[in-house]
């Protein structure tokens, strides 16, 4: 092979494997174990268990630098009560079908998936504190659109996938493993679409990833741009949720943004399900000159029926999230987030349908009242409501006056810049209202 052949073929390996680049992490041992946690993990109100998640790290099953059992005691450090480890799953990637290269994901391991899972699910079993979620990291599909310098598409789509465990499941999903130097056809949502559907169908919960995530790479030989996600129910009608912190606040978080029209497109009938948000943490390693890279990059607030992987489950199912980021929230979680004819105390209906006959009060509170830049209430991908402090009550008159299928979601804009994985930010998962 020509010089400049392998360090192609390097290179795509490389880029195809995801938001790192994928080599073998050399394991970082973890020194300490605290006595008592960073952070309060779990919380107890109004029969809720709320409790403190941080979903898709990497560990050294792939391009992390923790062994699963420090990441797990890492979590219990930081005042982690839901931990999901989601390694890559990207391992045997191919160029015309002839030349593959280990890029050190899951499936480049010997009986990769079945050792993973089986390794990850034993120490689910064993761990109460917290709740260990076996999941995985996938970028299911990418192609070469040009040639000779090669212009990889698709790469930077990233999909976390939890509830699911059956090696035999992962052997036999939709992904592809190989590209062509030769310029390969746009394939438009199919493969993903197959992939989502796939997961679904087998059970599993499948989010999008970093959806801000941006990498425009030159490498001479070949070339990586960011795609959009694909988040619309004309794209992937089955997609459970989207990470909209830390790298998706631009786009899909923003009012209006990607992940309202898929709210509106639940609402239109167009799509059977809502998409819920989350925040993810996506941890590789710690950094000493960073601080505050640690598993509160991105947290997820779960409000548990009960504390088990299933009641994790189920409180994603149902849109049950709060997702958060900066250190201004970290004791915070939302004690009230009602909608109602007359203000309904004390009470968070995450995820739910109310019928309403008037004006709808929405009246939203923290544990602890905090000052915020700003909080805003949105309806239907419009702020209608902006105050400068977390504990408001508003009444929306005017929704009423449309009587349309309407949703409400608050988000909480702290103190700092707005920067991706470097904003203080609060987002609730949405409440539907009806009018009679
Ligand atoms: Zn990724
Ligand atoms: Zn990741």
């Known amino acids: 092979m020509k010089r400049s052949a392998i360090l192609g073929f390097v290179l795509i390996a490389v880029m195809a ?16 174990k605290k006595a008592s946690p960073e952070h309060t993990p779990i919380w107890n109100d109004q029969g809720w268990i709320i409790a403190r998640g941080s979903i898709h790290n990497h560990t050294i099953w792939s391009d992390g630098c923790r062994t699963p059992e420090d990441l797990i005691q890492q979590a219990r450090n930081e005042g982690v009560a839901v931990l999901s480890i989601t390694d890559h799953r990207e391992g045997r990637t191919c160029i015309n079908n002839k030349v593959c290269l280990d890029t050190g994901g899951v499936d480049s391991k010997k009986e990769g998936f079945e050792k993973y899972f089986k390794t990850i699910t034993a120490l689910a079993d064993e761990s109460q504190n917290p709740i260990v ?9 990418f192609w070469n659109e040009r040639s000779p310098k090669l212009l990889l598409k698709g790469e930077s789509r990233h999909y976390t996938v939890y509830g699911i465990t059956d090696p035999k499941v992962f052997e036999d999903m939709p992904l592809s493993r190989n590209i062509t130097t030769k310029a390969q056809p746009d394939p438009g949502f199919k493969p993903y679409n197959d992939f989502v559907n796939y997961v679904r169908d087998h059970g599993g919960m499948v989010f999008q ?25 004309a794209q992937l009608p089955r997609l459970t949720g989207v990470a909209v912190i830390p790298d998706g606040i631009f786009g899909p978080g923003s009012p209006g943004g990607a992940w ?26 710690p950094d000493p ?30 849109g049950r999230m709060v997702a958060l980021m900066g250190e201004l929230f970290q004791e915070s979680y ?39 830049k700003e909080a805003r ?6 702020v209608i409501y902006t105050a400068t402090n977390s504990n408001f ?36 998962n949405p409440i539907f209202a009806n009018w009679k």
């Open 377 to 382: 209430l949105i309806r239907n991908g419009k």
């Open 334 to 372: 939302v004690k009230e987030f009602s909608v109602g004819d007359k203000a309904v105390p004390n009470k968070v209906m995450l995820g739910e349908w109310v019928n309403l006959s008037g004006p709808a009060v929405i009246r939203f509170s923290l544990n602890k009242e905090l000052p915020v």
């Open 289 to 318: 000159k960073n601080p505050a890279n640690n598993l509160r990059i991105g947290t997820t607030l779960f409000y548990l029926k009960e504390y088990s992987s299933n009641g994790v489950f189920d409180a994603i199912k149902s």
């Open 133 to 141: 979620i076996p999941g995985m990291e996938f970028a299911p599909y």
């Open 393 to 428: 009550e508003f009444t929306d008159t005017e929704g009423a006056k449309l009587a349309i299928p309407s949703y409400y979601r608050v988000q909480l804009i702290g103190d700092g810049p707005m920067e991706l994985s470097n904003a203080t930010l609060l987002y609730t």
């Open 209 to 233: 990833a970093h959806p801000d995530w941006i990498n425009p790479v030159d490498y001479m030989v070949a070339e990586a741009r960011a795609d959009a996600p694909n988040m619309f129910a």
């Open 17 to 32: 494997t995801g938001c790192a680049v994928l080599t073998k992490s050399t394991p970082l041992p973890l020194s300490e």
């Open 260 to 285: 309202d029209l898929a709210l509106m497109e639940y609402l239109t009938g167009y799509r059977a399900e809502p998409l819920w948000g989350t925040g993810d943490t996506d941890f590789h390693c």
